[in-house]
Nanobody, 115 residues
Framework: QVQLVESGGGLVQPGGSLRLSCAAS????????IAWYRQAPEKERELIAM???????SYVDSVKGRFTISRDNAKNTVYLQMNSLKPQDTAVYSC?????????WGKGTLVAVSS
């Protein structure tokens, strides 16, 4: 059974930092591409960062230079380090992977950026 579990969200002031974690099970983690998405209130879900099995990363322009995605294959976990957070980063953040043609999602973790 494939499971993705996010953690690390919370309330943070503008300019602050958070590190999100996505713990995966039921997949060959080291061979998997993992992505982070977010969905802000009344907006569509957007892909913000991705890391391949080989460690290559990509980011949406709005988070480049502020967010860093990384992976620890020994822990079956992907991280999203978020720095210089802005109110517009407020959203539910979810991780995603595809496995044998099926897309899997975690339940998400809420990040709220507010003073």
């Amino acid at each position: 059974q494939v499971q993705l579990v996010e953690s690390g969200g919370g309330l943070v002031q503008p300019g602050g930092s958070l590190r999100l974690s996505c713990a995966a099970s039921g997949i060959v983690f080291r061979a998997s591409t993992i992505a982070w998405y977010r969905q802000a209130p009344e907006k569509e879900r957007e892909l913000i960062a991705m890391i391949t099995s080989g460690g290559s990363t990509s980011y949406v322009d709005s988070v480049k230079g502020r967010f860093t995605i990384s992976r620890d294959n020994a822990k079956n976990t992907v991280y999203l380090q978020m720095n210089s957070l802005k109110p517009q980063d407020t959203a539910v953040y979810s991780c995603n992977t595809g496995y044998y043609g099926v897309q899997y999602w975690g339940k998400g973790t809420l990040v709220a950026v507010s003073s």
